[in-house]
C-alpha cells in the first residue's frame, strides 16, 4: 500500500501498466516491483524448481524472486527482474514458470515431491534404466528446465557497443562514491560515476538520515548538481559496472531504453559499455542477507533494507502488519521508519540477548523465527522466545542478516576476499584489481560517516598518484550509526530454510551435500546448484558457506568462497555481441564492377571478405552449369572479362628491391627484366607454400607483386616480419596497393584487338610479348598492362585506379559484347585455371611443398631464400610425397569430387590404404569431361595408372586416370598467342 | 576516343546529416612516402621547402591549406593534396594510393560521441587534439583517424570496405542522435 507523504516518486505523473493481464497504476519514478507492493501484489512469480509462490525479496539488481517477463511490441525480455524495471507508461509484465496460472501452478506439485527432489536427486535418479534417458527423462527436464521464454521470433531491438576512457571510475553513487567523484572532479581528474539506478543516492535515497545537516537525499542532489556541471565528469545512470579485466579495463552495462514504450529510432535497448580508466573506486556497497529459518520464502518476506527502500524511496509499505527479524542494529531502522510513518510494527524479533529499540516498538530479544505461514502471501510467523512458541500475525517480514560487502569486481581477476568477523562478513582484498581501490560498505565501512570519509581519502589519494594536488575540504557531518551484528544464520525447526531462493536450495541440501562428502565450497556449489542461479548467489552465498562450515566443523574463512567471475548482473548476449549481427558481422569488400555485375544479376560469392560474381546468368539458363560452360567456351573462342582486383597487390621500391624479393621468393627475381612479369612461388619458413603471384618488375627498382586473395594480408605481414626481423639492413620499402588499382582480365583470342580499341595507344606482340608489362592509357587515365594468363589463353590485365574501375568494366564489356564476348565469373575461371593445370589454395593449402606441386626446379640454386632450407628436409620430398597429378574419370560421365581420397583400385577405402586426395574438379567443355587437381603418392611417377576415387560421405566411387595435371594446350601455344 | 568516368568511393552516397553530425566525403591525391635510408632529412626537407610543412612526428597531422602530411605507420607518412611528388620521389619511396582509401570527413558538436561507438580510442578533447592521427580499428576495419578540428574528423578505411563505413557510420550517429531526443 502507498503511504502519504513517504518517497520520492512523482504522485502528479500517474502511469498505467498491466501484471498478469491485469491494469494497474503506478507513479513515476516507481519501479515494477514497486508499483506491483503499492497495489498489494506480493505474488509474483514461481520459483524455479518447486514453484513455490515468491514474492519480492529485494529492491536492487540482486533480486532472485521477482523475474518476469517483459513484453515489448514483438519482442519479450524473460528473467526481468521487477526491482530494476523503470515502470513506464503501458509496461506490459507477465509472470512466469507457472502454468495454468500465477495461483495454481501445475508444476506445485514438485513442492510435494519435494523429499525425492533434494540436491543431487538427478544424478542419481535417472541413472536407470539406462534406456530411459533419452526417451523419457531428458524430454521431462527439458520441458520442466528452463526459465522464462524468447519470443522465438527475430530481435529487432538494437544493441550497441561504445567506448569510454577516463581518470578515475567511480563505481556506485552513494555516500561513497558521491564523495569520491566529488572529490576527484575537483582535484582536475577527468570522472566517470556509474551507477546502477536511475537516480543517484544509493542508500541516501532509502535511509532515514541527515548528511551535512540535510536530509540524504538533499544531500546527494546537490552533490550531482556539482557534479553535473563539471565539464570533467560523466555521470552515467542505469549503468552497471559487470566486470574487471587487465589494463584497467571495466565492462558496464547501460539500459538505455528499457524504461521507454516507444524509444526514438535508432535508439539502442542496451550499450555494453568498455572503459578504460587509469584509476577505478568501487563503491558499490553492500546487500543484505537473510537468514534461513523454516518456510522463509513466502511472498512478503524481504530483506529488511528493501523495506525502508520501499518505504522511503518508493512510498509503499509491503504490508499493514510488519514484523521484523534480525541480528543487528541496522534491522531496527526498519522498525523506527514503519513506526514513525504510521505502519504497524507487530514485532522486532532480534536473536541477540541485548537490544535496544530505537523507536515505539516491541522487541523479542533472544528470538528467532521458526516457522511461518500463507500459502500465497504471508499470514503470520512463528517465533521462539524465553522457550516459547508465539504465533504474531503480520503481513510482511522483514529479513537482516546483516550486511555482505559487494566485492565482487575485486575478485574477478582471481583475487579471493578476506573474512572480517566484526562486521561477520568477507570485505576486499588490499590490491586484488591493480587500479581499483575499495571504499564504503563495499570496503565494510558500515557508518556514513566513515562511507563519506573513505571516498574521500581515497579519492585524494588517487589524485595525488595522478599527478594532481588536490586542495582538502571538510568532510560533511553524518550518522555515525554503529553497527552491532552477532553472527547468526540458520534457525533449527520444522522445515525447509531457503538459502538461495532463486534454484530452491534449501539448509538441508547444504548438509546433504557436506554428508556425502562435497565438502568443498566449489563441490557443494555444483552438487546444490546454489549460487548457480541468474543472481549468482549474491543472496545466498555467504550464508550457504556458513551452514557448510558449520555441517563441515570448519570455520567460515577456511571454507572460503567459490568464485566471483564476470558480469556482475545478467548481461544479455545481444550487449555483448553488440553490432556484431547482419552488416555489422564483418566488413563486406566490393569490388568497382560491382554495381555493373549486381544489374546483370550474377550470383555472389563470398571471397574472404570479397563479394565476386559466380557466373553471369543469360536469358534461357537456368542452371549454373549453363552459364558456366558457355563462359568457358567464350573466352576460349573470343574474349571475357573478369575483375581480379581481389588480388593482392604490393608495390615495392627502393635500391635493394630486388634482393629482398630475392629473399622472399624461391626464384630469382634480380634477373627480371624491366617491363617483364615472372610468376614466383614464396615459401614459408618451414619450407611449406604460402602463396603464389605474379612479379612485375615497373622500373629499376620499381616492382609490383600480386598475391592470392586469400593471402594478400598474410603475405604482406610476411613481408613486413622479413623486412623488419630478418633483413633491416635492406633499403626497400612496400606499400599495399590491391586497392588502389581496379585490374580486369581480358582473355581470349581477341583480347589484344579489344584492348587495341579502347587503349590510347595500340599493342602489338612486339610492345607487349607475353609476360611484358608497361603503362597505358585508357581513355586519358592512366592504367597499367600486364600480358598474363590464368585462363591459358592469349589474356592481359589491364588495370586503372579504383575510381575509374566502374567506368572501365562497362566500357570492357561493351567491346566484348560487340565481339562475341562477355564477363565470366569465378566458376568459369575456376575451370579455365583447371583446364591448364594452375594452382590456387585449394592446392597450396599449407601443408603443400614447392616439390609436391612440382616447382621444385624453380628454387633457385644461386641464392637463398626464404624456407629454401627447411624445404630440402627429408620428408619434405621423394615419392613418399603425395604429387600435383590431374584425374580424368575413365567413364567421362561420372563424378569426380573435391575432398574424396584415392585408393589403389583393388584396395579396400580405408584410411590405412590412403593414397591422396582430390582438391579441385570441374566439368571441363573443352575437353568434354570432368577433370580434376589431385594429390597423389609418388603422383608423378603413376601418371596413365588408374586408381580408385572414394568419396565416403555421398558413397560415391569413381575410376580415374591420373594425368598430367595440365588438361589443355600443354605447349601455351594460346598464351603466347 | 572511350572516356572514363570517376566514382567516388561511396558512389557520392556522401553527405548526410544525422542530429548534429554530418558526414563528407573527401576525394583527393594521396600518397605514402617512405624515405630510403639515410634520405629522411632530405625528404623533410622537400616538404618543408615545397609544403612547407614540418615532418610529421607519429601520431601527428599537419596542414596547410588543403595540403596534409600525416603519420601512417612505422615507416611512411601520408601527403594528401598537392605536393611535390617528383623531388620526394628521389629520395623515397612515393605510391599512389589516391583511389585506394575512402577517406570520410565527420563533424558536428556530438561527433566525439559518435566515435565512441566506433573506435577503442581515448577520443577525448585533451588526448585526441587537433593535429593528432592515429591508426586503430572502425568497428572490424583497420583506419586511420585524424582529428582535424575540435569537432572535426578524418575517417580513412580500404575503399573497398566504403559501404561498411557507411553502415557503421551511420548506425552510431543514428544512435547518438536518438539518444538525444530521449527523455
New interface residues.
Partial sequence: MRIAGKGLIDRDSVLNFTFNNKLYQGFEGDTLASALLANDQMLIGRSFKYHRPRGIMTAGSEEPNGLVTVQRGRTQEPNTRATVQQLYEGLVARPQNAWPSLKYDFLGINDLLSPFLAAGFYYKTFMWPKAFWERVYEPIIRRAAGLGELAEAYDHD?Y??????CDVLVIGAGPSGLMAAITAARAGL?VILADESNRLGGRLLSEVEEVDGVTGRIWADAILVELARLSNVRIMTNTTVTGAYDQGTYGALER??HH?HL??????LETFW?I?ARKAVLCAGALERQIAFPNNDRPGIMTASAMRTYLNRYGVSPGQKIAIFGNNSDAHRTARDFVEAGVEVVAMIDCRQEVLAIGNYTVYAGAEVVGTSGRLGLKAVTIRHNGALKTIECDALGVSGGWNPSVHLTCHMNGRPVWNKDIASFVPQDGAVPGLSVAGAAAGEMSTTGALAQGYAMAQAIARDLGKRPKSFDLPLASEGPYEITPFWDVDGKGRAWLDFQNDVTTKDIKQAAQENFRSVEHMKRYTTQGMATDQGKNSNVNALAVLADATGRGIPETGTTTFRPPYIPVAMAALGA?GHA??F???????SD?ATQELKAPMIEAG??YRPSYFPQLGETHWRQSCDREAKMVRKTVGICDVSTLGKI?I???DAAEFLDFLYINSVASLKVGKVRYGLMLREDGHVMDDGTCARLGEHYYLITTTTAAAGQVMRHMDFVHQALRSDL?V??????????QFAVAGPAARDLLNG?LTHTITDKTFPFMGCGAVQ????DGRLFRISFSGEHAYELA?????????FR?LLDQAAGMGGGPYGMEALNVLRIEKGFITHAEIDGRTTAFDIGMAQMISDKKDCIGKTMAARPGLIGPERDQLVGLKPVDAIKKIIPGAHLFETGAEPIRQNDQGYVTSMCYSPTIKSFIAQAFLRDGRNRIGQTIKMVEHLSGVSTLCEVCDPVFFDPEGGRLRG | MVELSFLSATGNKLPIKIGNVSATEVNATLHLVAPFHGKSTQAATVVKREMGLDWPGVHELKHRGKSYVLWFDHSHIAVMGEAPLAKLARVAAVTDVSDGWCIVDVYGSDVRDVLARLTPLDIREQHFKAGMTQRSMIMHMQASISCLEKSQFRLMVFRSMARTLLHDLTTAMESVAARAQKV
Fill in positions: 538494437l550497441e557497443k561504445a567506448f569510454a576512457h577527468d538505455v531504453a521507454m524509444s526514438p529510432e535508432g535508439l539502442p568498455r578504460a553490432g552488416k555489422g564483418a566488413p563486406e569488400r566490393f569490388l568497382t554495381a571478405l570479397w608495390d621500391q627502393g635500391p633499403d620499402s612496400f606499400t599495399s596497393v590491391t586497392e588502389h588499382w581496379a579502347i585508357v581513355g586519358g587515365v586503372v585506379p579504383a575510381g575509374y574501375g566502374d567506368s572501365l566500357l
